[in-house]
């Protein structure tokens, strides 16, 4: 027996029917409203024009709606695209000021580093001491222990026991230099004692660093406390090594017998510092005694 054959679907057929009945039918209907209107516009064109004046009239609502809608999304198209330039002329300014500040920085810290060589050469002119000039490539801050690491070495004539001090005030002193770098242990380290005094009626004091960047300041002699906020605090000269009246720190807190100091040339600040020879009292005094004698 031979299976039934599958047609299409009845229901399918009858709306494809219909569909197509009605385009003819609108077609149909279209062609003879465009022959009716040829027809009038040739036998009466004030008719025609009747009917154009009333068939704008109903068209006028739609086109306006229609036109409106059209500015609308011109509108926001146009708005759209003005936001978006304002935007990217937002950003472009906000690069260039970001790139003018980057170069503002630069300049301020070259004009710096400038005046610290000019100050670093011209306190070198004028010291008889000096050995070498160098940069100060690195200095510790997280470890106890406080170093700076110097830009000359043995070869520049730098040993160790040599004071190191920038324009500013004194740095330290050497105490390891290889060929062409020195160590050089700071004021503000635990192991580093100067001789100092306050340089407001030059009491007598010893500054003694205290391993975290700042130095712990003592008079020699108890009693009362002789310091005020603000003092400077000098090297004496005393024992040698440290030159006389160099800065050494600022005092910025008072204690129950001394006082709280913050070194006055800061290496994280400073770009360049001098090497000098070992002070030597003994020597100086012989040197004026000739003086004297001549």
Partial sequence: MAAPVVGPRPGWSRRAQYSLF??????????????FMLVLSLVAPSSYAAVRGA??????????????????????????????DAASQNGKLKRERAALRRHLIRAQAILQENRQLKAALNLREHSQESVAAGRIVGSSFESPRRFAVLSVGRSDGVEPGMPVRTADGLVGRVVEAGRIASRVLL?????????????????????TGRGDGTVD?????????????????????????????????????????????????????????????????????VAAGSELQR
């Fill in 22 to 35: 009605f385009g003819f039918l609108a077609a149909v209907a279209g062609l003879i409203v465009g022959l």
């Fill in 55 to 84: 068939a704008l009239d109903v068209t006028s609502p739609i086109t306006g709606a229609l036109s409106e809608v059209g500015a609308t999304a011109s509108g926001l198209v146009g708005g759209a695209g003005d936001y978006w």
């Fill in 187 to 207: 004021v503000s380290d635990r192991s580093n004692i100067v001789p100092a005094r306050i340089l407001r009626g030059g009491i007598p004091v010893i500054s």
């Fill in 217 to 285: 300041i003592r008079p020699l002699e108890v009693g009362r406390n002789p310091f005020r906020r603000g003092d400077i605090i000098i090297t004496s000269g005393t024992g040698g090594l440290y030159p006389p009246l160099v800065p050494i720190a600022r005092v910025v807190r008072l204690d129950d017998d001394g006082a709280l100091g913050l070194p006055i040339a800061d290496p994280s600040q400073a770009s360049f510092a001098i090497v000098e020879r070992p002070f030597e009292p003994e020597a100086l005094a």
